[in-house]
């Protein structure tokens, strides 16, 4: 699995990306990588922004795994990993002071799965309606010893992730970093503006 280089969308020429921290932007299942780019302009501008496009074509969009055979909220774990691997394939290729990361919906759970295969690789993670993915990982033990700042937010009236996929997420985080955790009232599967401005604080906090 690879991603298409030629689809990310970046906040700055090339010319201008030297010497800053990055913050990658993961979009959510059968989106695309113009969803979240959106949200630049109101971001903090120090870093630079790249949105990434998910590598499978699925439901209109694209997606970081496939839903077939895939329940909501539990993907079989090769396909989170695999969809990790190729993030961090595409960072290796890369020179930047720090890098940061914000995801929504399966983008989020993607975020705290790279969290597991590199501990102490990004400054600061955004999980926006996500989860993490069930079971251990080997990642784990490491994870829980640097504690990375992690922000997790989601709605009330979110029926998309599922109550296990939750529950599981609140229990796993607080003992895996430090997590900022917010929960909005009324807010179904997406992000609101009251929670925009607490993640950019949080990005801010944690540059």
């Known amino acids: 699995m690879q991603l298409d280089t030629s689809a990310i969308l970046w906040s700055a020429p090339e010319r201008e990306r030297a010497g800053r921290p990055l913050l990658v932007l993961l979009h959510g299942y059968g989106s695309h990588e113009g969803d979240l780019f959106g949200m630049s302009p109101g971001l903090p501008l120090g870093p630079v922004v790249a949105s990434l496009r998910a590598p499978i074509a ?18 079989p774990a090769e396909r989170v990993d695999a969809a990790a691997a190729a993030v961090l394939a595409w960072l290796d290729t ?8 914000v995801g929504f919906s399966q983008g989020a759970a993607l975020s705290l799965q790279l969290l597991r295969h590199a501990p102490g690789r990004f400054a600061a993670t955004v999980a926006i309606a996500g989860f993490v993915a069930e079971g251990g990982h080997p990642g784990d033990v490491e994870l829980a010893r640097v504690r990375p700042p992690v922000f997790w937010g989601r709605g009330t009236d979110d029926h998309v992730i599922p109550a296990d996929a939750v529950e599981r997420t609140a229990q796993w985080l607080p003992g895996h970093a430090d997590a900022t955790i917010r929960i909005y009232e009324g807010l179904a599967h997406g992000i609101s503006t ?3 401005i607490d993640l950019v604080a949080f990005l801010r906090q944690h540059p």
């Open 58 to 75: 699925e439901s209109g969009g694209w997606a970081w795994w496939s839903r077939a055979d895939s329940p909501q909220g539990n993907p």
């Open 94 to 101: 890369l020179e930047f002071t720090t890098v940061s990361l």
């Open 194 to 196: 009251p929670e925009l």
